[in-house]
């Protein structure tokens, strides 16, 4: 599930060596969603963890993240993990227009094709045959 969010940064963690494999580093992002700021803690991992090196600590940022979750069986207890995964950190100025400017955060627009120019022409949809044409019993 792809999300976004828009905010000021206000925590930088150092990157964290968690296992020989993987590695992570972890942020904060004041959102102000109401009448009080909300901090939502995400994480980059492995090859992102250098995306937040470029910004620093009271910057207007927009992330765009996954949301991930986890489960974990400790000593017969059933343990679940919520993370916000990002995979993408760019200065707040560049969202489009129509975008989440005054901060909080969103799920996509439904049907994004960015790959769909603003002055293409929709497809239709080829006719449907009528009776006549086709040889199906019913």
Known sequence: MAYEATGRLHDIMDEQQVSEKFRKREFVLEVVDG???????????????ALIDQYKIGDEVRVQFNLRGRGFNKNGQMLYFTNLEAWRIEPAGG???GGNQGGGYAA?????????RRDAQPQRPAPIASDDDNDLPF
């Open 108 to 116: 996509p627009a439904a049907n994004q094709n960015p790959g769909l």
């Open 35 to 49: 009448q009080y700021p909300e901090h939502i803690k995400f994480q980059l991992v492995q090859d992102k963890t």
């Open 95 to 97: 969202a489009p227009a």
